[in-house]
């Protein structure tokens, strides 16, 4: 890839990243409020599996409730104090303090290590930075904890393909796709490189 051809895909993955990092505030937001409300139900690893399943067959109107569901179901941290870490964090970042909520969720991991969205909230704040290298860090820790996050698994794309590395980058959309296809992100990702790909396989 030439230069004006990077430059071009980073600025369309960076303005993806902005809008991203605007949207996890905004959904961190109302599942950390609907989890502390008690609105949320204590679920298991069978609840997951359940959703999941659903969400591979379900029609994208079907798609939109399953995530919501699936994405409250990964907020819950079972921490009252980690609950407050990471509303704090989403007020600092709300406000523009990005060091406050940096020092917010890394006090969040370091708390609750065992919580894979704070490792993927902080990794959202590291992207819109362009720290790539800690976000992508943050992210694999975080799919360690949780492989079947598609956000965290599209979040990795969007690394790998600002890095100029498009096979992994559409290796990533296509595992996001496989557990979410109805995802709009991932799919304009995936058109978007399925020619570089389709290309280089010629």
Request: net charge negative; aromatic share 6%; hydrophobic share 45%.
């Amino acid at each position: 890839m030439d230069i004006r051809g990077r430059n071009a895909t980073l600025n369309i993955v960076m303005g993806i990243a902005i809008d991203n990092l605007k949207g996890t505030v905004a959904a961190f937001a109302v599942l950390v409020t609907f989890s502390t409300s008690g609105g949320a139900q204590q679920a298991d690893l069978r609840d997951e599996a359940e959703l999941l399943r659903q969400l591979a067959e379900a029609t994208p109107q079907q798609a939109i409730g399953l995530d919501r569901q699936l994405q409250a179901l990964w907020s819950q941290s079972g921490s009252a104090s980690a609950d407050l870490l990471l509303q704090r964090a989403l007020d600092a970042v709300e406000r523009g303090d990005i060091d406050a909520a940096l020092d917010h969720l890394t006090a969040l991991t370091d708390h609750a290590p065992d919580f894979a969205e704070g490792w993927h909230a902080r990794a959202s704040v590291f992207f819109g930075l362009e720290r790539f290298g800690m976000a992508a860090a943050d992210l694999e820790h975080a799919l360690t904890l949780n492989p079947n996050n598609y956000q965290a698994i599209y979040g990795l794309g969007l690394i790998f393909e600002v890095l100029g590395q498009p096979d992994r980058a559409y290796e990533a959309y296509s595992r996001a796709l496989a557990i979410h296809p109805h995802h709009e992100e991932v799919t304009n990702a995936v058109n978007r490189l399925k020619p570089q790909i389709a290309g280089k396989a010629l």
